[in-house]
């Protein structure tokens, strides 16, 4: 095991990470364990102190596609993105949806939209 930094949030001192790229997020409000793929992104994290789990998953570009909330082996929640690209391929918008276990009759509800500018520079963007 080894002690990496973080400094995604305030709270957060530092991850511990182990042989099987298994993690323990240490912070002033509670912990957490994750899970990451081979590229670094984070595939599922177990939160103690709110008994779930979150299942993370990523498309073909490496763009989170969906959320999932456990807790035992029931599903409770999903966010599912759904992206717009530009002309050269970078998503310029995400689209959150959201379904609810307790209220699953709506089906997904809009939650929220990112939107990013991007600018290239020179002739060729890529």
């Not at 992104?41 to 909330?69: H, S």
Request: with cysteine; proline share 3%.
């Amino acid at each position: 095991m080894y002690l990496r930094p973080v400094c995604t949030s305030q709270y957060e001192l530092f991850v511990i990470e182990n042989q099987d790229r298994h993690y323990l997020r240490i912070s002033s409000k509670n912990y957490d364990t994750c899970k990451f793929n081979d590229t670094g992104q984070r595939t599922e994290c177990f939160i103690p102190v709110q008994d779930a789990r979150y299942v993370m998953k990523y498309d073909e570009n490496g763009r989170e596609t969906d959320w999932l909330v456990y807790t035992g082996d029931v599903l409770h929640g999903k966010t599912h993105f759904t992206y717009e690209e530009n002309e050269n391929g970078d998503w310029t918008v995400q689209h959150a949806t959201f379904w609810n276990s307790t209220k699953s009759d709506l089906g997904f509800i809009p939650l929220g939209e990112t939107y990013r500018i991007i600018s290239y520079f020179g002739s060729d963007p890529h």
